[in-house]
């Protein structure tokens, strides 16, 4: 399984990126798959900040995010996607996709498969 995440850059504030989260690997597809989006920000440590079942029901971990950002999955092309919208500098960090079989879950150790990870600057 590879997990490769696109979509990052240099934003300002108040603005929107939409991340992409691509699964390749012989045969595999996403379907029966939790993907969730995780960040890092510079000196902190990783953190949930969504997922989505394989039922497509979206889960949301941080309180400062929530209502901001919406996930999102297309089966058919192998994808996951997160819109970022009205972006803040503290959303600068690099963000990660990861996925496994099974429930939603904000812990990464709960994922086996990791992206390599994209990064997004919120600054004027």
């Known amino acids: 399984v590879q997990l490769q995440a696109s979509g990052g850059g240099l934003v300002q504030p108040g603005g929107s990126l939409r991340l992409a989260c691509a699964a390749s690997?012989?045969?595999?597809?996403?379907?029966?798959?939790?993907v969730a989006w995780f960040r890092q920000a510079p000196g902190k440590e990783r953190e949930g900040v969504s997922c989505?079942?394989?039922?497509?029901?979206?889960?949301y971990y941080l309180d400062t995010t929530r209502g901001r950002f919406t996930i999102s999955r297309d089966d058919a092309k192998n994808t996951v996607y997160l819109q970022m919208n009205s972006l803040k500098p503290e959303d600068t960090a690099v963000y990660y996709c990861?996925?496994?079989?099974?429930?939603?879950?904000?812990?990464?150790?709960?994922?086996?498969?990791w992206g390599q990870g994209t990064l997004v600057t919120v600054s004027s």
């Open positions: 690997g012989s045969g595999f597809t996403l379907d029966g798959y939790a």
């Open positions: 989505i079942s394989d039922q497509e029901t979206p889960r």
């Open positions: 990861a996925t496994d079989e099974g429930r939603c879950s904000g812990r990464a150790r709960t994922y086996r498969y």
